[in-house]
């Protein structure tokens, strides 16, 4: 019979109140980052029916310019969690929200800076890309590189403030933000570009980062240098074997660990295949949903908005949930490792509803809605505990690293879902066979997390800390 786990336990008896719960203003603070994140996103697809009729754009011209931001961004990833740990966490957030709250709000005057652009293209002789998609382009990329700094940095913040046993419910939690993005983007953009015009919505959406900024560096400090923690909830905070409390002037000196090195460890793998495999999932649920329900069940866009904010609801209970569920486990006598591992086992198995949306989709537009919902649920459940890995296997100095390393392979793999499903939607839907190829693309969605959770396994089959950093 599994015997409780004593430091579970022990934590669970002593009063919360005793401890304190500053941490969790941290864990606000990373939330509303993570929804400025994706409004921020969002605003270009939102708008890019008028888009392309105001500037007369193909199907082609939409697709280079949103190829630029997940290219970019998958790059980024790598460097950004390199940067994180060599800046700091305060320091390295602000530098990633100015930077991509300034690539939001450059797409308001993405003419004038295509106009550049085009024309120094052109002094070098290389033929020019027309000036709107140019322009949208640079917009796209700068705002893929301060992005790119958003979840290496909230990982890094959640493993200096939580416990083991809290972080991926805290994770959960921030992570919900992206849905919450995700459902505010459809009711605020139109609005924002009907009323005062599409550079309006770019600009007043983009400028919010700069007011969250504001709250950050005021609130944001290292556990250890933070006067606003009392003694109680830093030691709770440092209460795992090993994680002794971070000298005063940690953050602003930390140490170093090459990739080359990170490699080297099959932890650092077991990650880096579990965003492979599982975060195209997602990139695929956001470009394509619209579209299947367009040719599915002939949907306009502004009917598509409340079952999408349906499902997007959905995913923010998968994300909270998920974050939570490895307790269950922990304080039934399982490891941190091993509640994690149980958790995201059972949490692979929801993703596989994905598989009746088609032979269900006879049914009404609503059914392939909650399916994919509980299958777009299950991933951010997923995504919450994948984060945590890193936290609870390498130390807190080099979690930036190792998240911008599966980050850049989760961005990789966005990359290849979306150009996959691209060319094989155009076939078959040449053939007249469209609904083919969504059951090919759907059956990957529900089977991926099985096969990454086994791979995970295989590369760890235990927990086993790194301490030689």
């Known amino acids: 019979m599994n015997q409780p786990n004593p430091q579970a336990v022990g934590l669970a008896a002593e009063p919360a109140a005793a401890i304190g719960k500053y941490r969790w203003t941290i864990c606000g603070l990373l939330f509303f980052a993570t929804t400025i994140n994706y409004l921020d996103r969002q605003v270009l ?18 697709a280079n310019i949103a190829a630029v ?56 002789g290389i033929a020019a890309v027309p000036v709107s998609v140019a322009g949208f382009m640079v917009g796209r990329a700068v705002l893929a590189l301060g992005e790119a700094g958003n979840f290496p ?69 290292t556990p250890a240098r933070q006067k606003r923690l009392s003694r109680a909830e830093l030691d709770y905070i440092n209460s795992d074997a090993g994680d002794a409390p ?13 990739w080359f090195k990170l490699l080297a460890y099959r932890q650092t793998w077991a990650f880096t295949v579990g965003k492979f495999l599982t975060d195209g999932v997602w990139w695929f649920f956001l470009f394509w949903l619209p579209k299947f329900m367009s040719a599915q069940y002939g949907v306009s866009a502004t009917e598509m908005v409340l079952p999408l904010a349906v499902l997007y609801s959905m995913t923010m209970f998968g994300s909270i949930g998920g974050g939570w569920f490895p307790t269950f486990f922990i304080n ?29 989709g006879y049914l009404g537009i609503w059914v392939p809605v909650v399916l994919i919902g509980i299958g777009a649920s299950a991933h951010q459940a997923w995504s919450a505990n994948l984060f945590t890995t890193v936290s609870d ?24 879902i979306t150009k996959v499903a691209g060319r094989m939607f155009d076939h078959y839907s040449a053939l007249g066979q469209i609904q083919t190829g969504y059951m090919i693309m759907f059956t990957f969605c529900a089977l991926a997390y099985l096969l990454a959770w086994c791979v ?10 790194i301490t030689d950093l």
């Open 332 to 360: 039934r006598g399982a490891s941190v490792y091993q509640g994690r591992m149980r958790a995201m086992l059972t949490i692979a198995f929801f993703p596989l509803a994905v598989l009746l949306a088609q032979p269900l």
């Open 246 to 258: 971070a000298a005063p002037d940690a953050d602003a000196a930390p140490r170093k660990a090459s």
């Open 69 to 124: 931001f997940q290219f970019v961004y998958a790059i980024s990833m790598l460097f950004a969690g390199r940067v994180i740990d060599k800046m700091g966490t305060r320091r390295a957030f602000v530098l990633a929200i100015v930077v991509w709250s300034m690539g939001a709000i450059l797409h308001a005057y993405s003419v004038s800076i295509g106009t550049t652009f085009s024309n120094i293209l052109a002094a070098i």
């Open 153 to 221: 940095a909230a990982i890094k913040a959640t493993a200096e403030y939580f416990p083991k046993k809290e972080r991926s419910f805290a994770t959960g939690i921030f992570n919900s933000g992206a849905n919450i993005g995700a459902i505010l983007a459809p009711i605020t953009v139109p609005l924002i570009a009907e009323l005062w015009g599409w550079q309006s919505a770019f600009i007043i959406i983009g400028a919010i980062g700069f007011v969250w900024m504001g709250f950050w560096l005021y609130f944001y400090e």
């Open 393 to 416: 296997m390498f130390p807190k100095h080099s979690v930036g690293s190792v998240v911008g390393i599966g980050g850049m392979a989760g961005g990789l793999g966005g990359v290849m």
């Open 45 to 62: 697809s939102l708008l890019a029916p008028a888009l392309s009729k105001e500037f007369g754009w193909s199907n082609s011209d939409y």
């Open 456 to 465: 995970m396994k295989a590369l760890v089959p235990a927990h086993k800390e």
